[in-house]
Structure formats: C-alpha cells, structure tokens
T-cell receptor, first 111, second 111 residues
Framework: DVKVTQSSRYLVKRTGEKVFLECVQD?????MFWYRQDPGLGLRLIYF???????EKGDIPEGYSVSREKKERFSLILESASTNQTSMYLC??????????FGPGTRLTVT | QKEVEQDPGPLSVPEGAIVSLNCTYS??????FMWYRQYSRKGPELLMY????GNKEDGRFTAQVDKSSKYISLFIRDSQPSDSATYLC???????????FGAGTRLFVKA
C-alpha cells in the first residue's frame, strides 16, 4: 500500500511566522505535489516536483517555497505566514498521470 | 472561466437511489478523466479513471466521458450511507502530471 504521511494534522501559527510542512512517501514515486484545498475552490496546485532538487510552480505559488532534497520527502515552506494562507494543505505523490496518492492533510490556521 | 466546473452541492439522497455527479471542462487537451472520493478529515483517493471517451464500470460505479460536449459523469447505483463523501472530478493531459481538480460535490446518503 502506498503511504503518504504529513508531519502534522493540525497546526496553528501566528502571522509572520515561518512554517514548514513536511510530506514523506514510501513508494519511490518521482512526482510529488503540494495543494491547498478551500471550500468552493477545490484543490489548487501550489508546487510540484518531478525529481530530487527539481521543482515547478503550480497555479498559486506566491508566498510559498518548496524543497526536495531526497526522493521520498517534499517540504512546503511558508516564508512569512499570513491569514489568507489558512487552509487545508494536501501532499500527493504519483508515478502515473491518472493517479495521485494523497496524504491525510494538514489543517493550518494562521492567526 | 474555470477549466473545470463542478456543482458543490450538497446533494442529499435516500439509500438505494441512483446518484449522478457531473463536471464540465473547457480544455480539449484533457485525455485522462478521474473521480476521487474524499471522506471527512481524509485525503482524496482515486475511485475511477477513464482514458479519452467512453464508459467504464466498476461495481456500483460507472464513469462516462463525452468529449464532444466536454462533460463527464459519475453514476452510483444502489447508493449506501458509506458513499457519503465529497466527490472530486479531475482531469489531465498526456504531456505531464499536472492535474486539474473540480471543487468537489458533497454527497449525503440517508439511511
């Protein structure tokens, strides 16, 4: 079974803090993704990575950065958290175009 | 205009009903059409996928793609309370792994 784990289920941070969200997958997938999920807007792609140290911007990269130093680990960084980054963050991994495996999500609240 | 449009619902049906969930899209380059199911406080998981046009059946679930109308559907027969979840349509092309998700339809099946 593919397993994608995320470092926290719930996180509360203050405005201006630097926030790290970590994701680990155990299936040796080349591709990893970070999404945010908001009511009425669905899943929006923040960044994705198709190989170690490779990254590409998704649809909403502003205010975020990523790091992929090892194949199994993909980190999302909020350089200076703002209240409009309060959201559910989902990590996914994939080796096929039509199938992504998702982690359980991190619900981040920025106050 | 969004690339993928999906009615967010909620949709409430009695147990045993036939459920029809739909999405429309605008990008004719999409070739893979997926349906993900997301239970509360979990990440989405792939339910079914279809490549190009046509129908695909898996137990009580049938996925249909009409590329001429840019319209996809998911039918659930003999719906069960355990089908209560959010259903997200998703689409991608053949050139890469970027996937566009609909906003999701929240389904409630009442016992």
């Amino acid at each position: 079974d593919v397993k994608v784990t995320q470092s926290s289920r719930y996180l509360v941070k203050r405005t201006g803090e630097k926030v790290f969200l970590e994701c680990v997958q155990d299936m040796d997938h080349e591709n990893m993704f970070w999404y945010r999920q908001d009511p009425g807007l669905g899943l929006r792609l923040i960044y994705f990575s198709y190989d170690v140290k490779m990254k590409e911007k998704g649809d909403i990269p502003e205010g975020y950065s990523v790091s992929r130093e090892k194949k199994e680990r993909f980190s999302l960084i909020l350089e200076s958290a703002s209240t409009n980054q309060t959201s559910m963050y989902l990590c996914a991994s994939s080796s096929r175009t039509y199938e992504q495996y998702f982690g359980p999500g991190t619900r981040l609240t920025v106050t | 205009q969004k690339e993928v449009e999906q009615d967010p619902g909620p949709l409430s049906v009695p147990e045993g009903a036939i459920v029809s969930l739909n999405c429309t899209y605008s990008n004719s380059a999409f070739q893979y059409f997926m349906w993900y199911r997301q239970y509360s406080r979990k990440g989405p998981e792939l339910l079914m996928y279809t490549y190009s046009s046509g129908n695909k059946e898996d137990g009580r679930f049938t996925a249909q793609v009409d590329k001429s109308s840019k319209y996809i559907s998911l039918f659930i027969r003999d719906s069960q309370p355990s089908d209560s979840a959010t259903y997200l349509c998703a689409m991608s092309g053949t050139g890469g792994f970027k996937t566009i998700f609909g906003a999701g339809t929240r389904l409630f099946v009442k016992a």
